[in-house]
């Protein structure tokens, strides 16, 4: 699986967790540690948990692991580095707080389909 398509496999899993907002943003050119963030909202600590959960056990069907994760004991903000793309799974609140977004404004968005799946 290509970094685009575990992108899309991430925002497909986190679809089914009902995540909001989601984001696929292409970072290839603008940094060395991934070429997609997949950055999406839950509505409390145990909706961001579900996702991330969600997530993982997704891809681990799909013998797809994270390297590291990050921040499942508070829920608010989990990380998740899958290599060559991260995700970022925010509370409400938190996400507008360190608008990642914004940062990356200038950046191509992958479109994610949300009445289907992703893609």
């Not at 950055?39 to 799909?62: F, M, P």
């Not at 940062?103 to 389909?113: G, H, K, Q």
């Amino acid at each position: 699986m290509d970094a685009k398509e575990l992108a899309l496999a991430i925002a497909e899993a986190a679809l089914e967790k009902q995540a909001l907002s989601i984001d696929i943003i292409d970072v290839f050119d603008k940094v060395d540690y991934a070429s997609y963030l997949v950055i999406c909202s839950g509505r409390s600590d145990r909706h961001v948990d579900a996702i991330a959960s969600g997530v993982e056990g997704a891809l681990k069907g799909r013998g797809v692991f994270p390297l590291g994760v990050e921040g499942r004991t508070g829920s608010r903000w989990v990380l998740m580095d899958y290599e060559e793309v991260v995700l970022h799974v925010f509370e409400e609140e938190t996400r507008g707080f360190y608008d990642i977004d914004g940062l990356w404004i200038d950046a191509e968005r992958v479109p994610v389909d949300r009445a289907s799946g992703a893609g």
